[in-house]
């Protein structure tokens, strides 16, 4: 467990986004390809793919830059963001991340397990608190570029999961997500997915 939060004051600590400065108004404009897949304002309707609106800025900002230079592997962006600027990026970054997520609901059966996990995590095998780096309610922390998972689609959170599980995934700072999803099993990986999709 101290390991786990040594590595995670690490990654606070060493996690440094290029930042322009995003406006909002005029990444609205350059978010039309966007939405067929992710809505207009980023509350996706497929359950395949994330919901952007509400997110961490400077996280979403990171996942874009890691998307473009090929650090995240994402089949059905290859290409969208090639012709793309850093200004460009953090306006788009800042239009999502200035809209409402719309929070969705927990599988009734799944919450009690998916609240336990998300708030005091498994001691027994290592697997931290969710609330260490996403909050109580699930909006991420900002400074640290730690994404807001509140109403995050249940089927992508548990994707992500799985890439990190996998190795698939690999963007995340000091492999934080990459050990902690290794330690779960995939029952704590549907419940606390399942929680995560009704989470405000």
Do not use: W
């Not at 996706?44 to 979403?60: D, I, V």
């Not at 970054?93 to 599988?107: E, H, I, K, L, R």
Request: glycine residues 10%; aromatic residues 6%; charged residues 20%.
């Amino acid at each position: 467990m101290k390991k786990v939060i040594v590595g995670m004051l690490v990654a606070i600590g060493s996690t440094s986004v290029a930042m322009a400065e995003g406006n909002a108004e005029a990444g609205k404009e350059l978010t039309t390809a966007c939405a067929a897949c992710h809505a207009a304002d980023g509350n996706s309707l497929a359950p395949s793919f994330p919901k952007l609106a509400g997110q961490q800025e400077k996280y979403l900002l990171k996942q874009l830059n890691d998307i473009k230079s090929g650090k995240r592997p994402v089949a059905q962006m290859t290409g969208q963001l090639d012709n793309l600027t850093p200004q460009n990026l953090a306006d788009i970054a800042a239009y999502f991340a200035s809209n409402s997520t719309v929070v969705g609901q927990a599988d009734p059966t799944l919450v009690e397990a998916g609240q336990a996990l998300y708030r005091t995590g498994n001691p027994k095998t290592g697997v931290p608190a969710c609330t260490a780096c996403h909050g109580p309610t699930g909006k991420g922390l900002g400074s640290a570029a730690f994404p807001g998972l509140s109403g995050q689609h249940a089927d992508y959170t548990k994707s992500q999961l799985k890439a990190f599980q996998s190795g698939a995934r690999e963007n995340d700072p000091s492999r934080i997500m990459r050990d902690i999803a290794f330690k779960m099993n995939d029952q704590e990986i549907e419940a606390v997915s399942s929680y995560i999709q009704g989470l405000y």
